[in-house]
């Protein structure tokens, strides 16, 4: 009995099956109808929608257990010293901070279809194509900031400290959806991309993320090393010449009394000589302290190793027409299908 229901249970599905591969036959028209409207939609949209480049640029940061070696051979211990605020997984909150965001606004682009002197900030403002279905709210968007600033056209005004108008931060919101920044958990490779419409503009953007970056991090990095090493070198500047005076000193005394041996002339002598050892002594360990500041400051600064640098990319990134397409197909035809079984079960009722 149970291997009879188990072969009934086969049976129905088989013409269930059946069935269903019968209505979508039956109904071939209406899937080849709602099929080939949304492969016309597809194209549209997908050439509607502006094309999209991207270009990455690939790093790779020094190890900090190797880079104090040349420190470490003079002398200098730097094994307490390597606490950094600003570690790698913190790059990507970094690059997409309002503060560094905001630094790209004056960045000039000098690509050859786009006017001359053009800034990042007036490119992401005034150039960027869109969909003929946003026209619409675009004007609507400029009618509205019109009527709010009594139909005269204002400047963008240049920012204040810690103060963005609206407009601005639109602006850095759409920057920072066009940068991305990623570090690989393993290898601590860090992946900076940036898309846009211009394949130009993305390299060159790239490649002044990457710098500034690379600066932001060098600064933070050297900035005690360096006002150490200013500091040291102001006090061996002062010391040098405190040398030479009392070197020059020892010596005008010494040539204006060459006859005189009296015991007076010699304690002035012997004097002259001890401040002018203290002098040299005080004067060669400014030397050495000056040499270690300098060791310092080039174990605190970080290397970076490009991987792969950024080019200009030669393909759209975005929109994928194929994939589109399939998507379109797809939800088309499942349409058709609980259109056409609706319909179905309409009717059997």
């Known amino acids: 009995m149970e291997k009879k229901s188990r072969l009934e249970e086969l049976?129905?599905?088989?013409?269930?099956?059946?069935?269903?591969?019968?209505?979508?036959?039956?109904?071939?028209?209406?899937?080849?109808?709602?099929?080939?409207?949304?492969?016309?939609?597809?194209?549209?949209?997908?050439?509607?929608i502006p094309k999209t480049f991207s270009a990455k640029v690939m790093l790779a940061p020094e190890n900090q257990n190797t880079a104090s070696g040349l420190a470490t051979l003079i002398g200098v211990d730097v094994a307490s010293g390597n606490s950094d605020a600003y570690t790698v997984d913190l790059y990507p909150m970094l690059i997409?901070?309002?503060?560094?965001?905001?630094?790209?606004?004056?960045?000039?682009?000098?690509?050859?279809?786009?006017?001359?002197?053009?800034?990042y900030y007036d490119y992401i403002s005034n150039h960027q194509k869109i969909a003929w279905w946003g026209y619409p709210g675009k004007m609507f968007g400029k009618i509205l900031k019109s009527l709010r600033s009594g139909n005269k056209e204002k400047e963008v005004k240049p920012m204040a400290a810690r103060s963005l108008t609206g407009e601005q931060l639109g602006i850095c919101g759409t920057i920072k959806e066009k940068i991305r920044c990623t570090v690989n958990a393993a290898s601590g490779i860090i992946t900076v991309t940036v898309y846009d419409q211009n394949p130009e503009v993305t390299v060159l953007i790239a490649d002044t993320v990457v710098n500034r970056l690379n600066n932001f991090i060098l600064d933070y990095r050297t900035r005690k090393a360096?006002?150490?090493?200013?500091?040291?070198?102001?006090?061996?500047?002062?010391?040098?010449?405190?040398?030479?005076?009392?070197?020059?000193?020892?010596?005008?005394?010494?040539?204006?009394?060459?006859?005189?041996?009296?015991?007076?002339?010699?304690?002035e002598q012997q004097y002259l000589e001890n401040e002018?050892?203290?002098?040299?002594?005080?004067?060669?360990?400014?030397?050495?302290?000056?040499?270690?500041?300098?060791?310092?400051?080039?174990?605190?600064?970080?290397?970076?190793?490009?991987?792969?640098?950024?080019?200009?990319?030669?393909?759209?990134?975005?929109?994928?027409?194929i994939i589109m397409l399939v998507l379109f197909v797809f939800f088309a035809f499942v349409i058709a299908t609980v259109k056409v079984f609706f319909q179905e079960n309409k009717n059997r009722k």
């Not at 997409?96 to 800034?119: A, H, M, N, R, Y």
């Not at 040291?232 to 002062?238: D, K, L, P, S």
Request: with cysteine.
């Open 96 to 119: 997409s901070s309002t503060d560094f965001i905001t630094g790209l606004f004056d960045v000039k682009l000098s690509v050859s279809d786009l006017p001359e002197g053009i800034t």
């Open 276 to 321: 002018f050892q203290l002098a040299y002594s005080g004067y060669s360990s400014l030397v050495s302290q000056l040499e270690l500041a300098r060791a310092k400051v080039l174990e605190a600064t970080p290397v970076y190793t490009i991987i792969e640098s950024a080019y200009v990319p030669l393909a759209a990134d975005s929109p994928k027409k």
């Open 11 to 48: 049976v129905n599905d088989i013409s269930v099956i059946r069935h269903c591969f019968g209505v979508v036959w039956s109904n071939r028209n209406t899937y080849i109808k709602y099929m080939v409207i949304a492969a016309i939609a597809s194209i549209v949209v997908s050439f509607s």
């Open 226 to 267: 360096k006002s150490d090493y200013n500091y040291i070198e102001g006090m061996c500047v002062a010391a040098r010449q405190k040398y030479v005076d009392a070197q020059t000193q020892l010596a005008e005394y010494v040539s204006s009394h060459t006859s005189i041996h009296s015991a007076l002339f010699k304690k």
